[in-house]
């Protein structure tokens, strides 16, 4: 019995790190729209990014991303990450289910600064 519980949670817990049970590495994807809120949670930091559609219409997107303290680590914080309201595209993989939900690798502000969150 206990090394069923042992081997039933180290399959939960290598579940949670494998990223690409979620998202699809072969849909690599970029959206542009603009970041409208941030939650700055472990274990992965997530966002809001409101695009315009081909027809005009705008779509909530939600993208994942690294941990809070690999971003820290990198100089960002939440504040920077929205950059009031500034147009960003944002570059990852799609999900395998939502399709209007992404792993967020890159992001590029109409400024030209960009902030790589790395490939997994």
């Known amino acids: 019995m206990i090394a069923l519980m042992l081997l039933t949670a180290g399959g939960a817990a290598s579940a949670h790190h494998g990223v690409d049970g979620e998202f699809n590495r072969g849909k690599p994807i970029t ?6 809120h941030v ?6 930091i997530y966002f809001t990014l409101y695009v ?5 219409s705008i779509v909530k997107w939600q993208c994942e991303t690294i941990p809070t303290a690999f971003a820290r680590k990198a100089g960002l914080n939440a504040k920077k990450l929205m950059d009031e309201g500034v ?3 944002v570059s990852g993989y799609q999900a395998r289910i939502d399709p209007h939900f ?13 902030v790589s969150f790395g490939d997994f």
């Open 102 to 114: 992404m792993w967020a690798s890159r992001l590029v502000y109409s400024d030209g600064h960009s």
């Open 31 to 36: 959206v542009t729209g603009t970041i409208t």
């Open 52 to 56: 315009k559609d081909a027809s005009g």
């Open 39 to 44: 939650d700055w949670i472990n274990p992965h």
């Open 87 to 89: 147009p960003v595209a």
